[in-house]
């Protein structure tokens, strides 16, 4: 191949170390289409540039374009981020996920099997805690080890399916493009500790008050929201993220807390060390347009009424008049 074709692409992404507003997202993704058109977003916190026609026209290092960026979003924003550097996303995102606050990791093409190798296999996308114990109980505990797996091997333990896409990504290829696109509609909350929270009660008290936050927005944005993803970050700046598709689409607070109650115990977090958590709603409908499965429990009957009457008096006397008792000091 030449030409474009044979171009190395130089792939940033940049985590931004902030709470947004879906209006202050959509701001930073036009502000990154004034460096290059190639850019994706990644909600809630994250967005992707593909820099590699850009570097001609502003004659800069990729490195250099992506501290140039990393200061304009600090300048004009007072955000700060870490980025990282590579030849496609997801080594990109990885370097990202490796570097601190302000700082940047560049992965070139022809060091990124060495950055790799030592690296843990839960380094990988899409590399749960599951997928993870079955690969370390075979002694199998960094990324360099599962590239010298025989193939044959590794479909023995994962399936032919799962085996080869890993043994792709241990490999570092990625050929998925930068997309273009709107952010998505979404609704985020968000909590953020001062210090590291290992208890699991605590856990859970958080991730049903961003439940509960997350349903008083839908109902008075009169919207639904079919799919709720939870993101939890650690101490060690790592994060893990777990995603489902609610049953029907839905702004009953007990309903989404159920969903994102689920997504915590799927985590299994147990003695983990947690910094923040992120629940995001999207798949957003009007409510008008959503249909509902009727119940013919009279309990879902009452506690939609009550819920009803507590958004009416949070309408009126502020958002902390009425709280569910688990989340009462």
Known sequence: ??????????????????????????????????????????????????????????????????????????????????????????????????????????????????????????????????????????????????????????????????????????????????????????????LVLDRDCLDPARHHRAVLGLAEQIGMRLRGESQVAGRLTLTVRYADRSSTTRTRALPEPTDHSPALATAALGLLTSLGLQRARVRSYTLRADGLLPAGSAHRQLSLDPADARARVVEAAADRARRRFGAEAVRPAALMD
């Open 1 to 190: 191949m030449s030409g474009a074709g044979a171009r190395q692409r130089h792939i940033a992404h940049l985590h931004l170390h902030a709470a947004l507003t879906e209006a202050q997202y959509a701001d930073i993704i036009e502000l990154m289409s004034d460096v290059t058109p190639h850019v994706q977003a990644v909600p809630p916190d994250a967005v992707q540039l593909d820099l590699t026609s850009a570097l001609r026209y502003f004659d800069l290092s990729p490195y250099d374009m992506v501290q140039t960026t990393m200061m304009r979003l600090k300048a004009l924003y007072g955000i700060d981020s870490s980025a990282g550097l590579a030849g496609n996303r997801m080594l990109a995102a990885m370097a990202a996920d490796a570097s601190a606050p302000g700082d940047t990791t560049w992965v070139p093409v022809e060091r990124a099997a060495d950055w790799l190798y030592p690296r843990p296999v839960t380094a990988l996308p899409g590399i749960g805690r599951a997928t993870a114990s079955t690969l370390n109980r075979y002694g199998l505990h960094t990324i360099g080890q599962i590239t010298e797996l025989p193939a044959g091997t590794l479909q023995r333990l994962l399936g032919v399916g799962h085996a080869r896409l890993l043994a792709e990504r241990a490999h570092g290829r990625d050929p998925r493009p930068v997309v273009p696109a709107e952010p998505a509609t979404c609704l985020n909350a968000d």
